[in-house]
T-cell receptor, first 117, second 115 residues
Framework: AQSVTQLGSHVSVSEGALVLLRCNYS??????LFWYVQYPNQGLQLLLK??????LVKGINGFEAEFKKSETSFHLTKPSAHMSDAAEYFC???????????????FGKGTRLSVIA | EAGVAQSPRYKIIEKRQSVAFWCNPI?????LYWYQQILGQGPKLLIQ????????DSQLPKDRFSAERLKGVDSTLKIQPAKLEDSAVYLC?????????????FGSGTRLTVV
């Protein structure tokens, strides 16, 4: 079964410090990968996605992620954390995007990011 | 473009009662999903519709959960009778596929508390 693993259920960084949220996937074929952010009592908002084009993907709010096939990783980074980045972050995968038609996203368990002033 | 609409936003019920959630997807999105998100976990797929047909309901607890998507647009998810462990956020999403581009849009969710 395809899956995605987020290392660290809680990450805490100081304001202005580098943000690194880890995501590894297991897949027999190159998947499509997504990062979502969820603020309290809100739905999921797409940060960025990798769909087999450039391996370095830039998203909203200064976030970016790099697809590394050799490491089966898709870590999310931001050079300088802001207080408003405090939220829950989810990595998600489309296990086999080469099947025709829509297929549901499979989510990791999430990483809660805290930003300390 | 209007987003995915869900209602109600919050619901508190007693165990063994019934509850229903409503979702209106983005216009033109043929595929609709219901996810369950338990506190501290990632969303888990309950059911996927393609137009008004069920594609995957393998993780839907069919003894108490039911869902329908009449006319291939709006959808309702029902729980009857509810259990304490059903307390969660229920997210609706719709999606499109265009070539290699996949787009998923999530609603704000319905937070269910079963007491």
């Amino acid at each position: 079964a395809q899956s995605v693993t987020q290392l660290g259920s809680h990450v805490s960084v100081s304001e202005g410090a580098l943000v690194l949220l880890r995501c590894n996937y297991s897949s027999s074929v190159p998947p499509y990968l997504f990062w979502y952010v969820q603020y309290p009592n809100q739905g999921l908002q797409l940060l960025l996605k990798y769909t087999s084009a450039a391996t370095l993907v830039k998203g909203i709010n200064g976030f970016e992620a790099e697809f590394k096939k050799s490491e089966t990783s898709f870590h999310l980074t931001k050079p300088s954390a802001h207080m408003s980045d405090a939220a829950e972050y989810f990595c998600a995968v489309i296990p086999n995007p080469w099947n025709s038609g829509n297929t549901p996203l499979v989510f990791g368990k999430g990483t809660r990011l805290s930003v300390i002033a | 473009e209007a987003g995915v609409a869900q209602s109600p936003r919050y619901k508190i019920i007693e165990k063994r009662q019934s509850v229903a959630f409503w979702c209106n997807p983005i216009s033109g999105h043929a595929t609709l999903y219901w996810y369950q998100q338990i506190l501290g976990q990632g969303p888990k797929l309950l059911i996927q519709f393609q137009n008004n047909g069920v594609v995957d309901d393998s993780q839907l607890p069919k003894d108490r959960f039911s869902a329908e998507r009449l006319k291939g647009v709006d959808s309702t998810l029902k729980i009857q009778p509810a259990k304490l462990e059903d307390s969660a956020v229920y997210l609706c999403a719709s999606s499109f596929v265009s070539g290699e581009d996949y787009g998923y849009t999530f609603g704000s969710g319905t937070r269910l508390t079963v007491v």
